[in-house]
């Protein structure tokens, strides 16, 4: 894939940051399905959880690793050995996988 300086690339964090909103609980089934309309839509890389939160979400991290095959998968992460070890074990299906970490600034 070549690189084009121009090209403006869409990131959605419908997965992870949209399941923070109260009441909003989706099963892995409904997020490989958004994952895959959102591939369809041509979003370039979908922020798909935070594997070391918790079971289910590492599960959800795998599972849509598997079910895209254009889009970038990103798992997010805390800038700590532990938590990017655990979300590249997620990623590991993931054809285009990438790691996007931060620092806490909340307890």
Not at 26 to 37: N, Y
Not at 64 to 93: E, G, H, P, Q
């Amino acid at each position: 894939m070549l690189h084009d300086p121009n090209h403006l690339y869409i990131f959605d964090t419908t997965l992870r940051d949209g399941e923070q909103v109260p009441g909003c609980q989706l099963t892995t089934s409904e997020k490989v399905d958004i994952a895959k309309d959102l591939e369809k839509l041509g979003v370039d890389i979908i922020e798909a959880g935070f594997p070391v939160s918790s079971p289910g979400d590492f599960q959800s991290v795998v599972e849509l690793s598997k079910a895209v095959d254009d889009v970038i998968i990103c798992a997010l992460t805390r800038a700590n050995k532990n938590d990017i070890d655990v979300a590249a074990d997620a990623l590991k299906f993931a054809k285009r996988p990438r790691i996007h970490t931060g620092i806490g600034s909340s307890d």
